[in-house]
């Protein structure tokens, strides 16, 4: 997986580094490369205005988020896919919690997606962490654990 410069940037603009931030989320959208299980994640969409925050939840709301995707698939040609989804967390390394991974289950299961996988990205305060979803496997597992400012795509 690469993640571009403009999309670190916005994950990097959203950590929750005092204790009057409030978590921010939103969807990645990228490219998957023919005859090859890579991925670049072209762009970490920003919160919206009916997205709705606090200091240790965040609710992505559907029908923006939905209507982006839509648009970028067409706009691009069938090449822009929506990838997963990325928010943060006030902790230095982030861990999913239970709300975290059922929720992903339930997007892995329900979304309409391209690949066989999702992608969930947290960033911390100090580090973002990678998980996929799987649907061959019905399983969320650990990608790693990157530094913050995640490394870009070159």
Request: hydrophobic share 40%; proline share 5%; with cysteine.
């Amino acid at each position: 997986m690469e993640v571009a410069d403009s999309a670190v940037g916005v994950l990097m603009e959203y950590r929750q580094l005092t204790t009057a931030s409030a978590e921010a989320g939103g969807i990645l959208l990228g490219r998957m490369l023919l005859q090859s299980p890579d991925v670049i994640v072209d762009e970490a969409v920003r919160p919206v205005a009916t997205d709705r925050r606090s200091r240790f939840r965040f609710w992505r709301a559907r029908r923006p988020a939905q209507r982006r995707i839509e648009a970028e698939w067409r706009t691009s040609g069938r090449m822009v896919n929506y990838l997963g989804e990325w928010h943060t967390h006030p902790e230095d390394t982030p861990w999913p919690s239970c709300h975290d991974v059922e929720n992903w289950c339930r997007l892995g299961r329900k979304a309409r997606y391209e690949q066989d996988f999702l992608i969930f990205l947290i960033v911390g305060t100090t580090a973002t962490g990678a998980w996929e979803w799987s649907k061959s496997r019905s399983s969320v597992d650990l990608l790693g654990h990157f530094a913050n400012p995640i490394p870009a795509a070159e």
